[in-house]
């Protein structure tokens, strides 16, 4: 059943079959998770959500964790009562944290006969095909060999330009790479909320489609340690259910919400994933970069590229946008400036606002519609 105009459907059968297919599992801790409200690690429910992954492993599930909480584990450490600004104090409480709370998943783990291996990942490693390549292999040997890996993004070297933005976008990144069957964002909230603040506030079960009535829902938050809110995960759900990888919000607070959630139980809010997975070289194509320029193209090549398996060619586009070479990412936008579509150009933007080129500009399969 749907919601009229909305993208909100009941169909619990679609959760418990995707639920049950599930046997290699993303799951997202926010930093709202790991710490207390004196941003200290939060032991005792690290150590739950530990044993939950443990009993994940032994039901013959494999799981990757990427977890937040190293700037607010350094902060701590530190003396900071509020999440810093500037980005060498940020970099020093993350490197100061991060060792801390790998000690603490080293320890939980090993209560449980597991052992976990650290994973720091830059957008750089992603970004660039053969690095990309080299950290999923490296994730699946981990994975064949028993291990969970936990990952964060590693804050202690990256910048703005190259940073993969936060946890939770990291975390769909990461589940389209493997590619898993399911992605878990485990946060402060129970899930997405519609009227969210007022009385009539109510938890959404479950979304069939993101669409604009569905974003509306998204409320930011202000917190000491964490970076983004519910605008952030329901982005980094978008990611994964394009990449065909169902999702589920939920409050990781709650008791034994991940065994729950793996046992097609209705918390949180869960995504139904989108129809057909990308193969690998259009996931990579479509998430994993930031895009060096745009395409602006008009409505008869827009048409050709969103109905059918088409190149797209040099009459085509309108003008270009920023300056990019053969080989870059580009995004390609309407006439409207709407992206609805990323490949990787044939040519460069001189070549193509000097009007030199009468060929292909992107060809099929190096173009995924978004």
């Avoid at 080989?327 to 933007?349: H, L, M, P, Y």
Wanted: glycine fraction near 10%.
């Amino acid at each position: 059943m749907l919601d009229a105009g909305m993208g909100i459907c009941y169909q619990p059968r679609v959760r418990a079959k995707a639920m049950k297919e599930a046997k290699l599992v993303v799951v997202k801790l926010g930093t709202g998770i790991l710490t207390d409200r004196w941003n200290r690690l939060a032991a005792a429910r690290l150590k739950a959500i530990v044993q939950q992954v443990a009993r994940a492993r032994k039901a013959g599930r494999e799981v990757v964790l990427v977890s937040s909480g190293a700037v607010g584990a350094g902060m701590e450490s530190l003396g900071y009562a509020r999440r810093p600004t500037r980005l060498e104090e940020l970099q020093a409480c993350a490197a100061v944290g991060q060792s801390r709370l790998m000690a603490a998943y080293q320890e939980y783990f090993a209560a449980h006969d597991l052992q976990c291996a650290q994973v720091l990942l830059t957008h750089a490693d992603l970004q660039d095909h053969d690095r990309h390549l080299n950290a999923r292999n490296t994730l699946m040997a981990l994975l064949s060999r028993g291990v969970v890996p936990v990952i964060n993004e590693n804050d202690a070297v990256t910048f703005t330009e190259l940073t993969v933005g936060d946890n939770d976008k990291l975390s769909a990144l990461v589940a389209a790479l493997l590619p898993a069957d399911l992605l878990v964002l485990l946060t402060s909230a129970d899930g997405l909320v519609r009227n969210f603040g007022k009385p009539n506030a109510r938890l959404v079960p479950a979304v069939r489609k993101i669409d604009a009535s569905i974003e509306k829902l998204a409320r930011g938050t202000q917190s000491a340690t964490s970076i983004g809110g519910m605008a952030s995960k329901l982005a980094a759900v978008k990611v994964a259910v394009r990449a065909g990888i169902p999702a589920v919000i939920a409050n990781g607070r709650a008791r034994g919400v991940l065994r729950k959630v793996l046992n097609g139980n209705a918390v949180g809010t869960f995504f139904e994933g989108g129809p057909g997975r990308l193969k690998g070289r259009k996931r990579w194509i479509a998430f994993f970069h930031h895009p060096q320029g745009a395409l602006v193209v008009d409505e008869g090549a827009k048409a050709a590229l969103r109905e059918g398996s088409m190149s797209l060619l040099a009459p085509g586009v309108v003008h270009c946008e920023g300056e990019f070479v053969a080989g870059d990412v580009v995004k390609i936008c309407d006439r409207n400036g709407t992206e609805f579509a990323q490949g990787i150009a044939k040519c460069s933007s001189g070549e193509l606002e000097a009007r030199s080129v009468n060929k292909v500009v992107v060809h099929r399969n190096h173009l995924v519609v978004l």
